[in-house]
């Protein structure tokens, strides 16, 4: 019922950017957030970047070792969530997974968490 399509993977050198982009559709009436997890070879999942709605506003959250490097942004009235990574390198090398949460219903706190397919980052030397 909730679809993520992720596109902007590709193959790069060191120091170079890439920006991927995830576009939720179907049966999303709020969204409690939006983020970006990696998986590299042999290592876990890991939180990347992701963008929670807020009554302040919006807020980031990246992990240490993208910071000043990635930047997460999102389009709400498309749903639609980016992620902008500069100065690549090699241990960014990964599957990156889209994530959204959206509310279970209306008010609720609990979450349903839906997963794009993944796209493959590859940072050569």
């Known amino acids: 019922q909730v679809q993520l399509v992720e596109s902007g993977g590709d193959l790069v050198q060191t120091g170079g950017s890439l920006r991927l982009s995830c576009a939720a559709s179907g049966s999303i009436f709020s969204v409690n957030a939006m983020g970006w997890y990696r998986q590299a070879p042999g290592k876990q999942r890991e939180l990347v970047a992701d963008i929670t709605s807020v009554t302040s506003g919006d807020s980031t959250n990246y992990a240490d070792s993208v910071k000043g490097r990635f930047t997460i942004s999102r389009d709400n009235a498309k749903n639609t969530v980016y992620l902008q990574m500069n100065r690549l390198k090699p241990e960014d090398t990964g599957v990156y997974y889209c994530?959204?949460?959206?509310?279970?219903?209306?008010?609720?706190?609990?979450?349903?968490?839906?997963w794009g397919q993944g796209t493959q980052v590859t940072v050569s030397s």
């Open positions: 994530n959204v949460r959206l509310p279970a219903y209306e008010g609720s706190r609990a979450e349903y968490s839906y």
